[in-house]
């Protein structure tokens, strides 16, 4: 069975920094992008904040880089976000998505599966 898990939230002060794993299983990520997105209270689910290809390209957001900086373990079959300098505007549940093949995409209806995601509070 396909599944994805995130975990690594949390809350944490403004400046502070957090770092989400997505753990794979049922499936290698070899040969799937994957993406990180975010559902802040009352909002849609954003864009993908950052994506890590299948042939090891990533690439995040403006709003994010510099802050945010998303890398793989393929032997771990996980992928990390590391985020520094966080925000309150930041505070979402974050989830991670996969599909199949490199082209990169931040539209959430292009992944195929989905973790069930991790809280991440920005707050003093």
């Known amino acids: 069975q396909l599944q994805l898990v995130e975990s690594g939230g949390g809350l944490v002060q403004p400046g502070g920094s957090l770092r989400l794993s997505c753990a794979a299983s049922g499936f290698s990520l070899d040969y799937y992008t994957i993406g990180w997105f975010r559902q802040a209270p009352g909002k849609e689910r954003e864009g993908a904040s950052c994506i890590s290809t299948s042939d090891g390209s990533t690439y995040c957001v403006e709003s994010v880089k510099g802050r945010f900086t998303i890398s793989r373990d393929n032997a771990k079959n996980t992928v990390y976000l590391q985020m520094n300098s966080l925000k309150p505007e930041d505070t979402a549940v974050y989830y991670c998505?996969?599909?199949?093949?490199?082209?990169?995409?931040?539209?959430?209806?292009?992944?195929?599966?989905w973790g069930q995601g991790t809280q991440v509070t920005v707050s003093s």
């Open positions: 998505a996969a599909k199949r093949g490199f082209r990169i995409t931040i539209a959430p209806g292009d992944y195929d599966y």
